[in-house]
């Protein structure tokens, strides 16, 4: 009992001495002892979000974009030490569920010169993310520059790079689709790697 009392009162505590912080930080939201949190005025957190322990969040305009913006919906939920990095756009929806140490990117490193190091080179815009609500991400998912329909679920260990579209089952690296939801039958269906039905 004591130890519940004593974790409300710390979400409490950690909600009003960031709520000023944030571009908007919704009620009951709370982010467990991140790791980094850059670029908070461009960071939108929905009411009852959870970050989990060690979490990177960064909003930061690395690629000179005009936007840059990271959206995370209500109630969604994010896993042990996740990191996610927006130099233009990533939204999160509503009531989507990340296991642990998710990677969730819309740039990356350019290594175009092999003359200097891939450190030093600048970093390069590439799509923009959105990973619509619902969805859910396995243990160690990369998503770079592809989003996420609605409801989709993402294998563990899997590496998102094109988009998957509403309620569809990926795993792979790269991703591929293997499994489909059937309005007309009302079941999950196996399917081809582009998501046709395998009778």
Request: with cysteine; charged share 20%.
């Amino acid at each position: 009992m004591l130890t519940r009392i004593y974790l409300a009162l710390k979400r409490r505590a950690w909600y009003i001495l960031n709520k000023g912080s944030f571009k908007e930080l919704g009620a009951k939201s709370y982010v467990d002892s991140s790791l980094h949190i850059m670029g908070k005025k461009n960071i939108s957190i929905g009411q009852g979000v959870y970050v989990g322990y060690k979490t990177w969040l960064a909003a930061v305009p690395d690629t000179n974009s005009d936007l840059c913006e990271l959206v995370i919906g209500r109630g969604t939920r994010l896993g042990n030490f996740n990191h996610i990095y927006a130099t233009q756009s990533i939204k999160i929806g509503e009531n989507v569920l990340t296991a642990d140490k998710v990677y969730i990117s819309d740039n990356l490193h350019d290594y175009e010169d092999i003359s200097i190091p891939v450190i030093l080179q600048k970093v390069k815009q590439i799509n923009i993310v959105e990973i619509a609500e619902g969805a859910w991400l396995g243990e160690n998912v990369c998503v770079i520059g592809a989003s996420i329909g609605k409801n989709s679920v993402i294998g563990a260990n899997s590496v998102v790079t094109k988009d998957i579209p509403d309620y569809c089952v990926a795993v792979g690296s790269p991703a591929k689709i293997i499994k489909r939801f059937s309005t007309e039958r009302q079941q999950w269906i196996k399917t081809d790697k582009d998501g046709n039905f395998i009778n």
